[in-house]
């Protein structure tokens, strides 16, 4: 859970300033889509170790840094053999950080 507030931390330094209501929706759904993503390729079974290398090529070393922090929570997450399980554990991944992104950026 820690990972998830750093997180919600580093994305309000992207996002400027996040005042606007507008501005925290989308910031924080963009991540939580991308949460979702990461969690997803976690339930498939992907390497974190290739995730993390794709992401340090990203060109942001901030955004590089909010993304491997997302893929290191997801990875301490269980992986689960059902679909529905899968499914349940993307869910929740996804909600949960648009949750903590969302009060940190909206001011509420």
Request: charged share 20%.
């Amino acid at each position: 859970m820690k990972a998830y507030v750093c997180c919600a931390a580093i994305l309000l330094m992207l996002a400027g300033t996040a005042s606007a209501e507008s501005d925290w929706q989308s910031t924080c759904k963009s991540t939580s889509s991308m949460a979702r993503q990461i969690m997803t390729l976690r339930q498939q079974g992907t390497d974190a170790s290739k995730l993390v290398e794709t992401t340090n090529k990203i060109g942001n070393p901030q955004a590089a840094k909010v993304t491997t922090q997302i893929i290191i929570a997801a990875y301490k997450e269980p992986r689960y053999q059902t679909p529905e399980m899968q499914q349940k554990s993307i869910d929740d991944f996804s909600n949960d950080l648009y949750i903590k992104c969302a009060d940190e950026l909206s001011g509420k």
